[in-house]
Structures are given as C-alpha cells and as structure tokens.
C-alpha cells in the first residue's frame, strides 16, 4: 500500500505491506533510525514520536494509520538550537545509554506542550509510559524541569527582543 | 585552567545521543542484508524428535533455514569462561542451536533467514518441530534433591560445581552465646537493558575476515571465545560494539545468536542481521541473582558477631554462561562477611544447573547476593538480642584505624572509613527522631520502618594474578592508548567498553587534567577490536578504576616524553622543566614556555628532537591492579506499609556512598540513582517466576514489574571521600554501589515497620499481597484511616 | 513484533465496516486505537486476515451533550474524554476513568469503542460507564439497536455485539443534580490495568443516601454492579459504619478467582470503603 506522510517536515511516500508499524516506517524507509524498539507489549516507550503534535508508541500505530499525518521523531526535535528539551536532558544527565532517549525526550516535549508548568508529580505521571533502566527517572524529572525553565527563557528572550 | 577532574562536565556522548544519532547496533544497514529469525523451544526441558524446514523453505523471502544438525560440525560449542579452582566443575557442552535436547524456554532449535525481519518471523511460524516434553526443575534446591530431573545426563545432581571456602566455624557455633539461622531466597531477576540484543555479522570472502557488530560489554572477549568457537583466528576476526543500550551485565556473555548469525554471514556469503524481540529477551538474556541461600551467625549476647557461615545452591540455568561460576563464588563467597569485623566465616556453594534460562552478571553480582545476606542478619541478630541494629552496626563495622584490613577470606579492604560514612548518613536522618515519630504513629495504628545498610563491596575487577588464581580464563587489566596528533588534539583508545555509563567523558576529564588539554580536543574511542589491541570490557566497577588508571599512566608516558621535547626547546635540562597546566616552563622563569600543542608539533616534525628520540607523541600503558577497590556507604530506607494493601511506600531514601576520588560527580550521582532503582526494584517489584513446568510466567513488561517514574521519592545523596591507596587516581567505582547497598536497606526497613505484627523476614519481592498476607496471618485487620 | 500478513481496508462510513465485515466475518476485525488488538497480532496471540480501519468514519466521532445525554462517538480517544468539558460537565466519573488508563501515550491513541468491544476485564472504563448507566448505540446488518451496559459482558473478551455489528456510540444519562462521584483505581504495577477499579456515585440528601451507583472492574470476570450494596446504602446516613457495611456486602457477594488468602475480597472491601470514604469526604 503507498503511504505518505510528513516526517520532521518532509514528505515522503512508501509501497508498504499494511503490516509495517509506523516505527519501522520510519526505521526503515525514513532511514531515521533515533526512534528505538524496546518491547514488544507496547509498554517502554522508547519508540514514542509525535503524531500530528500527540505523543504516541509508534510501536502500536501502523505506518498505514499515519497516512497524510505529520510526524515529528527525535532527528526533528532540534530546530536552529537544540530543542529546550535536549537542553535540559544534556545539562541535567537525563540520558546515560541514549536508548529510552529519544522516547523520553518526545514524551517530555509533549507533556511541556500540554501542560506548560508541570509539578515533579505531573512529570513522573507524564513518564509512566516510559521504561528508563540506567537513570533511575530523577535526573530526567530534572532534564523535564530545566526544559520547562529554558522554555520560560527562551520566551522572555523573544519578548523582550520584540520590544527592544 | 580549573580542575576538570571533579568537576560536573556535560556528557560527551551526548551531542550525539540527544539528537538521535547514536548508532545501536539495530541501527546498521549493509547493502545486501539478510534478517535471521531464530526459532525456540516452547518447552523447558524437552528430547527434540523432528525439526524440518522444509516449509519454512517454501515461505516468501526465505533464503535459508538451518538446524542444529547444520552447525554441529562447524561450530564448537560455546564454553564458560570461568572455572572456579578446586571445584571440580563439569562443562556441559553448549551447542549454538539443540542438536537432540532442549533444556530451557527459548533454547534455539532452528534459524531462518530471510530478505525482511517479517519474513524471517513468518519463516520462523514455517519451521515444524516435534518435541517430546520431559519433567522440568527451575529450583536450584529442588536441583538438587534426589530424583529431581536431570539437565545433563552425564551430571549427577545437577551439580555444576561445589566450591568451599573459608575456615572451620562449627566450634564457634557449637559455643556461642547466640545463633541466629535464616534461609533467603534471592529471587531471580531480568537485567532488561532497554536495548535488545542484536548481532550483525559480514564475511569479506577476499581477506576472509568476518565483522561483527554486536551489543557486547566486552568485544575482546567476545573476539577471543568466537575465534575458537568459529575457528576463524582472531586477527581474521573484528568484533565491533559502537553503541550499546544499556546492559548491566546481561551483555558480558558470549550468545548462540551472534555465533548462529556470524557462521551463516560466512556460509551465506551475504551480511546477516539478528535483533531479539523483548519476548526473547525475556527468554535467553541471561538472568541475574537466583540463589537459595542458608545462613547463620554466630554471636554474643551483648553484641559481638564472632562467624558467619553461608549455604548457597546458585542456579546456573541449563548452561554455563560465561562468566556464570565466578558470579556465585569468587564475587560472592569471598565477601559475604560485609563491612564487619567478623573473625570467622565459611561459604559454600552449589552451583546449580537446572531448566532455566542461563544466569549470569546483573549489576553487582555476587556482591548483592552477599551483602543482602549479611545485612538482612545484622538485623534478625540485633532483633534476637533485643539491641538496637544500629547499635550492633557500631559494635561490629571495621574501624577505620584497621585498614588495609584483611577479611577472613584473605580479601584486603584497602581503606575506609565506615563509621564516617555513617555518621553522615545520620547528619541527614534524625534517627531518634524517626523513632519517637514511629511510636506515635504505631498508636494511630500506622506502620513506618527504618532499615540501614552499611555496605562494603568489592570493584574494580581486578588482579589478573588473582582472576587467574580464582579460575578467570582471562586477565582484568586494562590497556589505554593516548595519541597526542599534531595540532594537540587527542584521541584517547581504551580497552574498557562503556556503554552508558559516560566514560567519553570521564576519560577525556582525566586527560584534559593531566595533559592540560582542553576536553573538546579529546575524542574516546572503545569498542572496536580492530582500533584497540586488547581489552577486557565494562564490567564490575572496572571502567574508570582499572581502564581510567590505564589512561592515567599512559598520560605520564606521553608526558614525559614531551618535557623531553620541552626541555631540548628549551634548552634547558629536564630537571628544569616543570608542566603544569599544559605549559612546560624553565623553572623560575614562566615566561620561558612550550605549549604542550607546541611540544606535540615537535614530536611529529621531528625537524629537531633530543638525540636518539623517536618521533611521533603517544603514550600506551596496561594497568594491572594490584588490588581490588572496596567502596562502601550508608544507605537508609524509610518506608510505611498500609497493613490494609500491603502497599510499601518508599518515603525516603538517604545514600552516602564512598567512592573515593570523584572525577564527574554528575555522572557518579547517575550512576548511584540507577543502581538504587535496581535494588530497590529487587527489595520491592522485580522477580521471575516459573510454573511447575518451567514455563516463565513473569516473560513481558506487562508482568514482570520494571521500577518507573512514580514509585520513587526524591533521593538524597551524600559523600564521603576516601581515596584509594592502590589506584593511582585515588577512585575506587561506582556503577554497582546503589544496586549493592539499596535492597538490604528496604527490606529492613520494610521488616522493622512490620516488626509490631511480630513479622522478621519475608521472601522478596515484598510484593503488597505478600506482606499483607502475613500481616493477616498475624491477625492484622482493616483500618480506614481516611473515613469520615 | 511482527503481525502476520493481512489486508487493510480504511472505512468512510458505518455502512462499510457492516458490509465488509459480513466477507470473511472469521477473520475480519475492526482497528480502532489498536492499542488492544495491535500488541495481541504483534505476540501472534490474534492473527487476522483482514482489518478495517474505522479512524475516519464521522459518524464515530465527537462529543454531544444534549439535555438529559450524553452521547459519545465510538472512535473518541481517552485524551478527548479528559479534555472534554462537556464530559467534565455532564460525566466527570468518564474523564477522571480515562485519565488513569494506561499512560499518555496509550490515551492519545485508544478508544472508548475500542475498549468496550475489547472487553478486557481489566479495564477502567466500564466501570465508569456501569456507575452511570450507559447504554450502547449498536448498528449492524439487521439494523440499529440499543443495548445497556449492564448486559453488554458476557465473560472475559466477550460481549453480546453479534457478527457484523459496530458500537457507533455510547450514551450517557447527565449524572444526577448535586452528586459527588469517584474513580478509584488500584494499577498493576507492571501492566498499569486495574487490580480493581472503583467507580462511585452518591447524592446525599440531609447527610442520607438519597441515591448511589457502585460499578467495580479489574477484580471480577467482568465488571460489575453492587446492585445489594446500592440498595442498602439508600436511605442511610453515610457515615463510617455504613460504609464499612457496604464495602463488606460488595465483598462477600462475590466469589473471586485465585483468592485462597482473601487478598482480592479484601481489596474490594478496602476500595469500596475508601471510595465512599472519600465521597464522604467531598463537597
């Protein structure tokens, strides 16, 4: 079946057979191998991207279903500047073997886009789709929360640009 | 220039991993690849009456199928690479693919290879196998029993091995005032890297050389055991881990997968690619812990722990991992006194083969097995002669004037200050306090406990001379290049081969302090065989302690040589020339100076060098330890458990760690957080289970309950800092600590809150149905706390 | 992690999926969020030939809050119950159920339709749905029909929707003028689904029961009504003692598998306790 889709802004149209999940799209025709498989019961998030703005496992969504949507993974998050999220996972130690990485820092992109200010209970709330082994979850609440701050600085930034 | 050693630098390896550029080894794709889906038994013990492939053949996009039958004249079987002395341990052979039996859920029975990993999977659905299912044994003890079913015929009672050490403390327990017995059971548990497994193989026909790219802790080790195994010699052989999602232990092994894929790339003549699902990872990565342990201390009645003498029936699983009978005996036996002065102690093990997936390292190893022990009957000892278990802690942990301190095994503790440690740990948590607060609200009838664990392991791995008298097939040094190029810049190889634990960065600290180089001008390399001539791997502690040394001497190589260079710029003897900083000066005169860059470009000119000098700048150094490090801490949990639920709640968690010298104390608070998670989801969540068939009940993240995000308050850490005699760079190891020292910690604290109920011990994990089980068996009742 | 080979067909009306389902009806299933049935073909647990995706039928989406109703498109994502504010307005139970589920990336994707046709015993939104009363908007080749909730479980993974036949939409009765009302649920700590699940509603009228639903899901063979606890709560004061007797009939009028030690009897005595404790402990 042909496919299209808009992946970190750029079209791209694939033959694939209606069992490809959006994960291996991705993977393997997109050549965007950042997005992980890390189960297969649909429960570490590793492979969490962003669909039309919603954080979801695309692990569990097939490429099929994503036709005409917009996808945005991990090799996206950056724009001319690291994303604030990748600020804060860099500055904060949110990562240590970079697996869940890509699944966390989607996730916590969505939650900042939600819920602009979220409390340390939010956050860990917001993670329970997501199964992290090496950091033990601290330093990534951390990673959200200096994200969170950077957004805040970054806007003040713009404004005041704005009215300078 | 400020220290950088010390200093809480930003990650390396992160520019690349944030932006989703790490390369995983799922992540390569070679023009021509095939995929290989192997196919697994259903059954844990079964005799293999017919496998065909002949339909799996017939299946769109399949190339190829193989059984055991294929390999078994190709392929030798894959050994352990450790054999304990004085044991008399049997081998049982280890085939890449079952040839006649099958000894464990997920033992491969057949491989297909096809065009696409979907094909492959159809293809594995194709392949028809009759099996004739036999009577399992998971237990380690029931392994034993007479009658108990056989894993290898020609292994009598399923014992692997029967290690003893320590001396005789019967004539202490026969006339001491206390003994106190406990049995533990260490319950089974899934390492679960997020990564997967995965193996990529390639044959070059023209060098014959075969590549393969694997998840692998250790990659020369990994050279080393294919090479005989695949009888391609190791220089015709490059094993490659760029890089690795995690692993704690359950990627040391060398696994029938990456033999299966790498004989087939050569066969085939085409790349093959393997990537385990979560299912299978459940099934054939290696598992960690699993002992059946019986225990006793020996003691006064005032306090004093005179012996302490282990039982331990390890389970090895149905084959010989390998490094599985170091695990329970070397890593564990030779510690399990603790941080305690305790004159006397004996372990002995039984390690156990029996129808379970292989066990091997999972962070800590062995040591988390022993210091459970110990503390866990610190405990019940204090609760027996009604002392307060702090207050036998004090009695009993090793004071600081004894180091080096030598164990009743012959172990030399090479510093510490326990009571130090302590005592901060104690600066954060008001213990009278929490006593006073724990009365209260027993009254109200709510529970609240507090468990400590003042832990002492062993890192660091270690003394080849010692690896070698404990049965290690191999050494446990480290080798480092340091190559200074021309403009200064610096590429750092080391045999050591992290994989998240951020040793890019480490490292490149290490040399940006010693050289004077700035941190951005330094690259680490690790993981290839091809680029470092040897090394043993990431593995127990080992990374900064032993391959960080390494680095460190090969620095003083490269330095000494440019203050040669330094000095004949200078003109000047080198016994006036001082390096600090990256300058080399004349003494008394600092306007007088080399850059280290400018020494650098010298070396490679080479248009003048001192007479008789080589050119070029590079410094290689091997490490060998002379001991191994001990770190050691304070850990306290407090907890309150809902008698209503069983519900544990982790309220606080207060670790002070010793790791001596820090380098990022960043990275060595990650490092800590980590390992608590791990322990702690040993005390509270994780466990594996069979049923009476040996089929695994806990096989996916929907039942084996992997920590996350919620269960955790805030961690509060502390250190203290007392260097390492022995290591050059003063550390001593941090990535196992907070999976050693945390589950002791909670499971006293979970004991001591249940304590009311006359509750001592409970099995981990402490599940909420089981504590509350044996809160009602004690006639605890409903309390509604929250009703109007 | 890979599905077995099938065919994929995008549906654009109701029409469709009744038609297309009625081909092969053996080995045709309908694909909603997928977050049940895709994990179960990734396992090879569920092989199908044929899938009809329903992600683009209008009639299965939106929200509409009439007068008296309710009324939910089949294909509403858990995250649009949560955000909704006519849910909050008119079913607060629905969105505080569907907020819990699973975690956010699953509550972007699965479906309150999905759910309900997956039958999962262990799942949160039915026992919302039970609590208020729902009733199902069913259509198939013999026509529409309505169905309450109540009848709608058989057994574990069953309900009565009949070969060909699509749930189009659920509708709510507005909860009652001045109730309080409570999801409380107990995750698995590894899978996140119900243990048990609560579902409460009470209006009190002078400190008595004038009315009051009681809906469990996770720790029977299917959800359920405490229909006798109900009853026996109307007309009381609701104070502790009561509550304690209502937690204790819901119990003991159930039997519950695997429970040799009581453990699941008592969650439910527990649970229902708290539950009501806490609408006690409202307004």
Same mark, same amino acid.
């Given at each position: 079946?042909?496919?299209?889709?808009?992946v970190n802004?750029?079209?791209?149209?694939?033959s694939?057979?209606?069992?490809t999940?959006?994960?291996?799209?991705?993977?393997?025709?997109?050549?965007?191998?950042?997005?992980?498989?890390?189960?297969?019961?649909?429960?570490?998030?590793?492979?969490?991207?962003?669909?039309?703005?919603?954080?979801?496992?695309?692990?569990?969504?097939?490429?099929v279903?994503?036709?005409?949507?917009?996808v945005?993974?991990?090799?996206?998050?950056?724009?001319?500047?690291?994303?604030?999220?990748?600020?804060?996972?860099?500055?904060?130690?949110?990562?240590?073997?970079?697996?869940?990485?890509?699944?966390?820092?989607?996730t916590?992109?969505?939650?900042?886009?939600?819920n602009?200010?979220?409390?340390?209970?939010?956050?860990?709330?917001?993670l329970?789709?997501?199964?992290?082994?090496?950091?033990?979850?601290?330093?990534?609440?951390?990673?959200?929360?200096?994200?969170?701050?950077?957004?805040?600085?970054?806007?003040?930034?713009?404004?005041?640009?704005?009215?300078? | 220039?400020?220290?950088?050693?010390?200093?809480?630098?930003?990650?390396?390896?992160?520019?690349?991993?944030?932006?989703g550029?790490?390369?995983?080894?799922?992540?390569?794709?070679?023009?021509?690849?095939?995929?290989?889906?192997?196919?697994?038994?259903?059954?844990?013990?079964?005799?293999?009456?017919?496998?065909?492939?002949s339909?799996?053949?017939?299946?769109?996009?399949?190339?190829?199928?193989?059984?055991?039958?294929?390999?078994?004249?190709?392929?030798?079987?894959?050994?352990?690479?450790?054999?304990?002395?004085?044991?008399?341990?049997?081998?049982?052979?280890?085939?890449?693919?079952?040839?006649?039996?099958?000894?464990?859920?997920?033992?491969?029975?057949a491989v297909?290879?096809?065009?696409?990993?979907?094909?492959?999977?159809?293809?594995?659905?194709?392949?028809?196998?009759?099996?004739?299912?036999?009577?399992?044994v998971?237990?380690p003890?029931?392994?034993?029993?007479?009658?108990?079913?056989?894993?290898?015929?020609d292994?009598?009672?399923?014992?692997?091995?029967?290690?003893?050490?320590g001396?005789?403390?019967?004539?202490?327990?026969?006339?001491?005032?206390?003994?106190v017995?406990?049995?533990?059971?260490?319950?089974?548990?899934?390492?679960?890297?997020?990564?997967?497994?995965?193996?990529?193989?390639?044959?070059?026909?023209?060098?014959?050389?075969?590549?393969?790219?694997?998840?692998?802790?250790?990659?020369?080790?990994?050279?080393?055991?294919?090479?005989?195994?695949?009888?391609?010699?190791?220089?015709?052989?490059?094993?490659?881990?760029?890089?690795?999602g995690?692993?704690?232990?359950?990627?040391?092994?060398?696994?029938?997968?990456?033999?299966?894929v790498?004989?087939?790339?050569?066969?085939?003549?085409?790349?093959?690619?393997w990537?385990?699902?979560?299912t299978?990872?459940?099934?054939?990565?290696?598992?960690?812990?699993?002992?059946?342990?019986?225990?006793?201390?020996a003691?006064?009645?005032?306090?004093?722990?005179?012996?302490?003498?282990?039982?331990?029936?390890?389970?090895?699983?149905?084959?010989?991992?390998?490094?599985?009978?170091?695990?329970?005996?070397?890593?564990?036996?030779?510690?399990?006194?603790?941080?305690?002065?305790?004159?006397?102690?004996?372990?002995e093990?039984?390690?156990?083969?029996?129808?379970?997936?292989?066990?091997?390292?999972?962070?800590?190893?062995?040591?988390?097995?022993?210091?459970?022990?110990?503390?866990?009957?610190?405990?019940?000892?204090?609760?027996?002669?009604?002392?307060?278990?702090?207050?036998?802690?004090?009695?009993?942990?090793?004071?600081a004037?004894?180091?080096?301190?030598?164990?009743?095994f012959?172990?030399?503790?090479d510093?510490g200050?326990?009571?130090?440690?302590?005592?901060?740990?104690?600066?954060?948590?008001?213990?009278?306090?929490f006593?006073?607060?724990?009365?209260?609200?027993?009254?109200?009838?709510?529970?609240?406990?507090?468990?400590?664990?003042?832990?002492?392991e062993?890192?660091?791995?270690?003394?080849?001379?010692?690896?070698?008298?404990?049965?290690?097939?191999?050494g446990?040094?480290?080798?480092?290049?340091?190559?200074?190029?021309?403009?200064?810049?610096?590429?750092?190889?080391?045999?050591?081969?992290?994989?998240?634990?951020?040793?890019?960065?480490?490292?490149?600290?290490?040399v940006?302090?010693?050289?004077?180089?700035?941190p951005?001008?330094?690259?680490v390399?690790?993981?290839?065989?091809?680029?470092?001539?040897?090394?043993?791997?990431?593995?127990?502690?080992?990374?900064?302690?032993?391959?960080?040394?390494?680095?460190?001497?090969?620095?003083?190589?490269?330095?000494?040589?440019?203050?040669?260079?330094?000095a004949?710029?200078?003109?000047?003897?080198?016994?006036?020339?001082?390096?600090?900083?990256?300058?080399?000066?004349?003494?008394?005169?600092?306007?007088?100076?080399?850059?280290?860059?400018?020494?650098a470009?010298?070396?490679?000119?080479?248009?003048?060098?001192?007479?008789?000098?080589?050119?070029?700048?590079?410094?290689?150094?091997?490490?060998?330890?002379?001991?191994?490090?001990?770190?050691?801490?304070?850990?306290?949990?407090?907890v309150?458990v809902?008698?209503?639920?069983?519900?544990?709640?982790?309220?606080?968690?207060?670790?002070?760690?010793?790791?001596?010298?820090?380098?990022?104390?960043?990275?060595?608070?990650?490092?800590?957080?980590?390992?608590?998670?791990?322990?702690?989801?040993?005390?509270?969540y994780?466990?594996?289970?069979?049923?009476?068939?040996?089929?695994?009940?806990?096989?996916?993240?929907?039942?084996?309950?992997?920590?996350?995000?919620?269960?955790?308050?805030?961690?509060?850490?502390?250190h203290?800092?007392?260097?390492?005699?022995?290591?050059p760079?003063?550390?001593?190891?941090?990535?196992?600590?907070?999976?050693?020292?945390?589950?002791?910690?909670?499971?006293n604290?979970?004991m001591?809150?249940?304590?009311?109920?006359?509750?001592?011990?409970?099995?981990?994990?402490?599940?909420?149905?089981?504590?509350?089980?044996?809160?009602?068996?004690?006639g605890?009742?409903?309390?509604?706390?929250?009703?109007? | 992690?890979?599905?077995?080979?099938?065919?994929?067909?995008?549906?654009?009306?109701?029409?469709?999926?009744?038609?297309?389902?009625?081909?092969?009806?053996?080995?045709?299933?309908?694909?909603?969020?997928g977050?049940?049935?895709?994990?179960?073909?990734?396992l090879?647990?569920?092989?199908?030939?044929?899938?009809?995706?329903?992600?683009?039928?209008?009639?299965?989406?939106?929200?509409?809050?009439?007068?008296?109703?309710?009324?939910?498109?089949?294909?509403?994502?858990?995250?649009?119950?949560?955000?909704?504010?006519?849910?909050?307005?008119?079913?607060?139970?629905?969105?505080?159920?569907?907020?819990?589920?699973?975690d956010?990336?699953?509550?972007?994707?699965?479906?309150?339709?999905?759910s309900?046709?997956?039958?999962?015993?262990?799942?949160?939104?039915?026992a919302?749905?039970?609590?208020?009363?729902?009733?199902l908007?069913?259509?198939?080749?013999?026509?529409?029909?309505?169905?309450?909730?109540d009848?709608? $479980?058989? !057994?574990?993974?069953?309900?009565?929707?009949?070969? /060909?036949?699509?749930? +189009?939409?659920?509708? &709510?009765? =507005?909860? #009652?003028?001045?109730?309080?009302?409570?999801?409380?649920?107990?995750?698995?700590?590894?899978?996140?689904?119900?243990?048990?699940?609560v579902?409460?509603?009470?209006?009190?009228?002078?400190?008595?029961?004038?009315?009051?639903?009681?809906?469990?899901?996770?720790?029977?063979?299917?959800? $359920?009504? !405490?229909?006798?606890?109900?009853?026996?709560?109307? /007309?009381?004061?609701? +104070?502790?003692?009561? &509550?304690? =007797?209502? #937690?204790?009939?819901?119990?003991?009028?159930?039997?519950?598998?695997?429970?040799?030690?009581?453990?699941?009897?008592?969650?439910?005595?527990?649970?229902?306790?708290?539950?009501?404790?806490?609408?006690?402990?409202?307004?």
């Open positions: 079946m042909s496919v299209t889709m808009t802004g750029t079209t791209i149209t694939r694939v057979e209606p069992r999940l959006l994960v291996h799209f991705l993977r393997d025709e997109a050549g965007l191998t950042g997005t992980h498989v890390g189960c297969d019961t649909s429960q570490c998030g590793a492979c969490t991207v962003l669909l039309n703005g919603d954080a979801v496992k695309s692990c569990t969504v097939l490429a279903q994503a036709n005409g949507a917009e945005v993974t991990i090799e996206g998050l950056e724009q001319e500047v690291l994303h604030p999220v990748q600020q804060g996972f860099w500055e904060k130690h949110g990562l240590q073997c970079g697996f869940c990485t890509p699944g966390a820092m989607l916590a992109s969505y939650l900042l886009s939600t602009p200010h979220p409390s340390e209970t939010d956050i860990r709330d917001a329970d789709g997501l199964l992290c082994r090496c950091t033990g979850y601290e330093t990534i609440v951390r990673s959200v929360q200096r994200a969170q701050e950077i957004m805040d600085e970054r806007q003040t930034e713009e404004r005041e640009t704005k009215i300078g | 220039m400020a220290d950088v050693i010390g200093s809480a630098l930003k990650r390396h390896e992160d520019v690349r991993l944030i932006r550029k790490g390369q995983y080894t799922d992540d390569i794709k070679l023009p021509g690849m095939l995929y290989a889906g192997i196919v697994r038994s259903p059954h844990a013990h079964a005799r293999l009456v017919k496998v065909d492939v339909r799996a053949l017939k299946m769109p996009g399949v190339v190829a199928a193989f059984t055991g039958a294929d390999l078994k004249d190709e392929v030798g079987f894959i050994p352990t690479a450790w054999i304990p002395p004085d044991s008399d341990m049997k081998m049982p052979p280890h085939p890449a693919l079952a040839v006649d039996m099958v000894r464990y859920q997920g033992d491969g029975v297909v290879i096809a065009q696409t990993p979907a094909q492959a999977r159809d293809g594995v659905d194709a392949v028809e196998v009759e099996y004739e299912s036999l009577p399992a998971t237990n003890f029931a392994a034993a029993q007479e009658g108990a079913p056989l894993v290898h015929e292994i009598a009672g399923n014992v692997a091995f029967h290690w003893k050490v001396g005789d403390v019967e004539e202490i327990f026969n006339r001491a005032e206390v003994v017995r406990q049995e533990f059971r260490q319950q089974r548990l899934v390492p679960n890297a997020m990564e997967p497994r995965s193996a990529v193989a390639q044959w070059n026909p023209a060098t014959e050389e075969l590549t393969l790219w694997a998840t692998t802790q250790n990659p020369h080790i990994h050279r080393l055991l294919m090479s005989g195994i695949l009888g391609i010699p190791e220089h015709k052989l490059r094993v490659v881990a760029i890089d690795v995690g692993a704690f232990g359950s990627k040391i092994s060398c696994y029938p997968d990456e033999i299966i790498s004989w087939a790339a050569r066969r085939l003549n085409r790349p093959v690619k990537t385990e699902t979560r299978e990872n459940f099934t054939v990565t290696s598992h960690g812990r699993d002992h059946v342990q019986e225990v006793a201390l003691g006064t009645k005032d306090g004093h722990i005179e012996a302490i003498r282990v039982k331990t029936y390890a389970n090895l699983g149905a084959y010989l991992s390998t490094a599985a009978p170091g695990v329970p005996t070397i890593l564990f036996g030779l510690i399990v006194n603790g941080a305690y002065a305790i004159p006397e102690a004996s372990a093990v039984y390690g156990m083969l029996t129808h379970t997936t292989p066990v091997d390292a999972y962070r800590g190893a062995g040591r988390p097995e022993a210091t459970f022990l110990v503390e866990r009957m610190v405990d019940l000892y204090a609760h027996a002669i009604n002392k307060d278990p702090l207050e036998v802690r004090n009695i009993n942990l090793i004071p004037e004894a180091f080096p301190y030598t164990n009743p012959g172990l030399q503790y510093s200050n326990y009571q130090g440690a302590l005592a901060k740990a104690l600066e954060i948590v008001d213990y009278a306090a006593r006073r607060e724990q009365e209260n609200l027993r009254q109200q009838g709510k529970y609240i406990g507090i468990g400590f664990s003042t832990y002492v062993m890192c660091g791995l270690g003394p080849s001379e010692v690896a070698g008298a404990v049965g290690f097939q191999g446990l040094w480290e080798s480092a290049t340091v190559r200074v190029h021309p403009t200064g810049k610096v590429t750092v190889f080391t045999g050591a081969s992290p994989h998240g634990q951020g040793e890019e960065t480490t490292f490149a600290q290490i940006a302090q010693e050289l004077g180089v700035p951005e001008d330094i690259e390399v690790h993981g290839d065989t091809s680029k470092i001539a040897m090394g043993w791997g990431t593995y127990g502690s080992r990374t900064t302690v032993v391959g960080g040394a390494a680095i460190h001497l090969a620095d003083q190589k490269v330095i000494a040589k440019a203050r040669k260079i330094a004949h710029k200078l003109e000047v003897g080198e016994d006036d020339v001082e390096f600090e900083q990256g300058i080399f000066s004349v003494k008394g005169l600092p306007a007088r100076a080399v850059t280290f860059q400018e020494a470009l010298d070396a490679y000119l080479a248009w003048s060098l001192p007479a008789g000098m080589e050119p070029a700048l590079e410094g290689t150094a091997f490490y060998n330890p002379e001991n191994f490090t001990y770190p050691f801490g304070t850990h306290i949990a407090i309150s809902d008698p209503d639920t069983g519900d544990v709640e982790l309220m606080r968690y207060v670790a002070v760690d010793d790791v001596g010298v820090v380098i990022n104390p960043m990275l060595v608070e990650g490092q800590i957080h980590g390992g608590l998670v791990q322990g702690i989801g040993q005390a509270l994780e466990g594996v289970e069979y049923d009476t068939n040996g089929q695994l009940m806990t096989g996916s993240f929907l039942d084996y309950a992997m920590p996350k995000a919620r269960f955790f308050p805030k961690f509060e850490t502390a203290t800092t007392t260097p390492s005699p022995h290591n760079l003063g550390v001593k190891g941090v990535g196992e600590t907070g999976a050693i020292a945390s589950t002791p910690a909670v499971v604290a979970v001591d809150a249940l304590a009311p109920f006359g509750i001592q011990d409970l099995p981990m994990p402490l599940t909420p149905r089981k504590v509350w089980q044996a809160i009602a068996s004690k605890g009742h409903m309390h509604v706390h929250d009703a109007i | 992690m890979f599905t077995t080979p099938f065919d994929y067909r995008n549906a654009h009306s109701v029409q469709d999926v009744i038609e297309w389902l009625q081909e092969d009806p053996d080995n045709t299933k309908i694909l909603a969020g977050h049940s049935l895709l994990p179960l073909m990734k090879r647990l569920s092989t199908v030939s044929h899938l009809i995706d329903i992600g683009q039928i209008p009639e299965l989406q939106g929200i509409v809050l009439s007068d008296n109703e309710l009324r939910i498109g089949a294909f509403t994502r858990y995250v649009q119950l949560v955000r909704d504010p006519s849910v909050a307005l008119a079913a607060p139970l629905v969105a505080e159920a569907a907020r819990v589920i699973g956010l990336q699953v509550r972007n994707r699965g479906t309150i339709g999905g309900l046709c997956h039958a999962d015993p262990a799942a949160d939104l039915p919302a749905l039970l609590a208020l009363g729902a009733e908007e069913i259509a198939g080749p013999a026509g529409k029909r309505r169905e309450d909730i009848s709608f $479980f058989l !057994a574990p993974f069953i309900t009565t929707l009949a070969p /060909g036949e699509v749930l +189009t939409a659920i509708r &709510i009765p =507005r909860i #009652a003028q001045g109730a309080r009302s409570i999801y409380l649920k107990r995750p698995h700590l590894a899978s996140g689904y119900p243990i048990i699940g579902a409460a509603w009470v209006v009190l009228r002078d400190a008595q029961v004038d009315s009051c639903r009681i809906a469990i899901t996770g720790i029977g063979s299917v959800p $359920f009504r !405490a229909f006798s606890a109900e009853q026996m709560l109307v /007309g009381q004061t609701f +104070t502790r003692d009561v &509550i304690l =007797r209502a #937690a204790e009939q819901v119990a003991s009028d159930q039997s519950f598998d695997d429970d040799d030690d009581g453990y699941k009897a008592n969650l439910c005595r527990v649970y229902v306790t708290r539950a009501l404790a806490a609408l006690g402990n409202q307004g």
